[in-house]
């Protein structure tokens, strides 16, 4: 395949540019959150009510730039399922992870395009480096990391930047500049010389090109 000839470093992002959802998984998901802190409300409800805590916390984060964890998401869903979080401990919330993180596993996001593997490895071949910038919620860095090893394509990658790691969300220029940062201790490089691919016009192309990268919107 033809590589860009202008850029050096490709930075991408993950969600709906890399991989996407199993159907299987939220549903799942959404039912052990019912069972796991025994919620009264109907199944529907807890699915709905966690999916617009979802947008929303995505949606802070890109306005602040600033990283909503997890944690923080639960809680605030599950007060608003009526359940009483002066109750709630940082075990359960631990343990509700861990086993929604064997459940990711289990269903695993698929690759949205299977030539993926092939377009890394052209891109390593040509002499470019590769990089992973991705908002995180409910998902975090360590788990996306497995996934990418077992899609085999983490020894294309230079480097991965989680926003549950690193602090910053896109479209922050804190979360640009550390791409940066990281590319050129590889390299020199000037900013055009890198190209950050992803789906969202904001937080992906509006971000990169406010910094100063190009920017491919797909």
Known sequence: MKIPASCCHFSFDLWLT???SNPAFKARRNALFKSFFAIGEPLEK????????????NRISEITGQHIH?????????HE???????LT???????QA???????HYKPVLINSSIRSYFQ????????????????????????RLLDHYELSEFISFQLYSDETGFSKPAAGAFDLVFRHATAIRPLSKPDILHIGDNPAADYQGAINYGFKAMLI
């Open 18 to 20: 890399l991989i996407r």
């Open 46 to 57: 807890v699915a709905r009510v966690i999916r617009h805590h979802d947008v929303l916390a």
């Open 70 to 78: 997890a944690e923080q998401i639960y809680c605030q869903v599950l």
């Open 81 to 87: 399922l009526n359940v009483n979080i002066n109750e």
């Open 90 to 96: 940082q075990e359960e919330i631990t343990s509700f």
């Open 99 to 105: 086993e929604t993180d064997q459940l990711f596993m």
């Open 122 to 145: 052209a891109i390593k071949t040509a002499g470019r480096t590769i990089s992973i910038l991705s908002n995180t919620a409910f998902i975090k860095g360590a788990i996306l990391r």
